[in-house]
């Protein structure tokens, strides 16, 4: 939703960014307010994805260019996870398995390390085990979830999910979900998309990386970006989606270079 | 790596210090004369001298093992010290131990008083070779448990000593076994009399202090029909340069029904980041489970040692005993090790468990070592295998080499292997949830171990969950 009151969250500029010595990044500019809802669309190798591990500190992406404010500070200097606890969350495309360790633990930890953060009290076990159910009823998960190992052995859905679930638990103010929609069957898209419009405030703002329009039919966007070719070459409203829907993303790309060459 | 990853597993050895403490030591090198020498300082009697004049002519005879995944420069054992004993002789109470020793146990982080009230373990304190201090020693009489130094127990149990001594690991078994059946100093005594369980866990903190002074403790666990004990050893040793030799025999025996768990937490000095220093560590340890119905457990946490050469193993005699092995051992920087079991089984549907997991980090090699053997005879015997491995970091190695021998059709072992790595992908999905690099190594490691951890007993469980967070800890950049 655009809100008349609302401040700047995240102000990206000229952003570049080369992973093995390739160019993937070339020059982002992306302003995000609170209370916005962003979906950021484009064909495979385009660049959403990285763009997307790179605010959130991934090591495997070099900067080469540009700037990025997070509440007007400098984000690119934080480790990542000081950007984290500063309220950036990402959800992952492939959540990563972590065998041995039980979801439950592991999202206490998170969840404390950012309660300190805030200034806030920890939760011990048993005050945490009644909080998570109730976020868990949110998403109809299984509370046997809570004692398998973080992702392990867990379907697709069920993955995203449970990245769903750190969100509700971790209230960023910034939330990055990266194709969360991939890999979901159509009620559990239901599902998870239910989940993310509950946790959607004036006060904090998400942005959605997906491939297909399908997700932006629940959770509906305020802006849509194509990139293509490390760049966002188009920005529109709820629409463009519904357009790319029909038309693809060649047009965007042909309507791009048309401009590019006139302006130059 | 990442730099983080990198500074985490670059963690200096905490315990690294010397008590100054006069000893009574022996010259270098070892002959019949060092031998002689040792067994009548220590007052012993004929057979025992026997004993260790026939190891010591079965030692010359042999040959170091070739065979372990393990490389070091050869050892001079005429340049080792064979005995070495503090002055301070016999103590009748705990406040009479030497402050230095005290507050040596102070910087290791274990105070004896206070373990041994809060916890309720008797602590048999061995330092270098002689033991100083014996705690609880009369609780224990009283319900007919024997236990103390091996040294003591020879004059006042001789008989028990001389029935069980080299049953279970015979002096001519190998090497390093011959070599510590000679020159043995001291050790552990502990005897559970039939139909007792022990009322608290037993435990003994090894310490080695002398510089180049071999260490060849003797330990000997014997538990009666229907007893039980649970016996913990912890180790921690101070810095050297020169490599030390440590070569201990552990030989434990369990009659009908009698149930004996073994636990060792070993952080041994393992030399410093280049490699340099650290214990040698090659110790035979061995149960016998004589009688039908017994059961040896072993559970071991090897973080230390420059090399570790181990196989704590069961002998499965008796008919439907039980023998388990639970391993972690962990290697950062140069260290090597070469651990695992070997579980034998002869008696009728005999059962073994094993559960060992590797960690190498740095430049190090893990190898998992283990023989699962059934005998003929042994019908409708079963075992299970499962090792794995986990790398930090992309410098090391983890090898695992099962043996495995059935000549029994009714067998059935099982055998499950997988090898881990503590990736940048991992970390950083802890980073973005807000959890640094060292307490997320700490986690995945920690699950990793949670099978083996839940085989210690309580404290000994907090305190190998610390000592694993402090070998991979650092400051994270």
Known sequence: ?264 | MSTALQNLVNQPYQHGFVTEIESDVAPKGLNEDIIRMISAKKREPEWLLEFRLKAYQHWLGMEEPQWPNVRYPKIDFQNIIYYSAPKPKKLASIDEVDPELMRTFEKLGVPMHERAALAGVAVDVIFDSVSVATTYKQKLAEVGIIFGSISEAVHEHPDLVRKYLGTVVPSGDNYYAALNSAVFTDGSFCFIPKGVKCPMDLSTYFRINTQESGQFERTLIIAEEGASVSYLEGCTAPKFDTNQLHAAVVELVALDRADIKYSTVQNWYAGDAQGVGGIYNFVTKRGLCQGINSRISWTQVETGSAITWKYPSCVLLGDNSVGEFYSVALTNNYQQADTGTKMVHIGKNTRSTIVSKGISAGHSNNSYRGLVRITPKADGARNYSQCDSMLVGDQCGANTFPYIQVHNNSAKVEHEASTSKIGEDQLFYFAQRGIGAEEAVSMIINGFCKDVFQQLPMEFAVEATKLLGLKLEGSVG
């Open chain 1, 1 to 264: 939703m655009i809100y008349q009151d609302s401040i700047t969250l995240l102000e990206v500029r000229g952003l570049c960014a080369t992973v093995s010595g390739i160019e993937i990044l070339k020059g982002i500019d992306f302003t995000v307010r609170t209370g916005e809802v962003h979906a950021i669309m484009g064909p495979n190798g385009s660049g959403k994805s990285t763009f997307a591990k790179l605010l959130a500190g991934h090591p495997a992406y070099t900067l080469t260019g540009g700037t990025v404010a997070f509440e007007g500070r400098n984000l690119l200097e934080l480790a990542p996870e000081a950007r984290a606890r500063a309220g950036i969350f990402l959800g992952f495309q492939y959540p990563i398995e972590i065998p041995g360790v039980a979801n439950s633990q592991f999202l206490r930890l998170a969840y404390n390390t950012l309660q300190t953060q805030r200034g806030k009290d920890e939760l011990d076990p048993l005050e945490f085990d009644d909080f998570v159910r109730e976020k868990m009823k949110l998403l109809e998960m299984n509370p046997d979830f809570l004692d398998r190992s973080v992702n392990e052995g867990f379907s697709g859905g069920e993955k995203k999910r449970n990245e769903i679930l750190q969100m509700a638990l971790l209230e960023p103010k910034l939330a990055i979900l990266d194709e969360t929609d991939s890999g979901l069957d159509i009620d559990a898209l239901r599902v998870v998309a239910g989940g993310v419009n509950q946790l959607a405030t004036k006060d904090n703002a998400i942005v959605l990386v997906t491939h297909y329009q399908r997700l932006l039919n629940y959770i509906v966007p305020d802006y849509v970006h194509v990139m293509d070719g490390g760049r966002i070459i188009k920005t529109g409203g709820k629409d463009l989606a519904v357009e790319l829907e029909t038309r693809g993303y060649e047009w965007v790309s042909t309507e791009y270079k048309t401009t590019a060459r006139a302006t130059a």
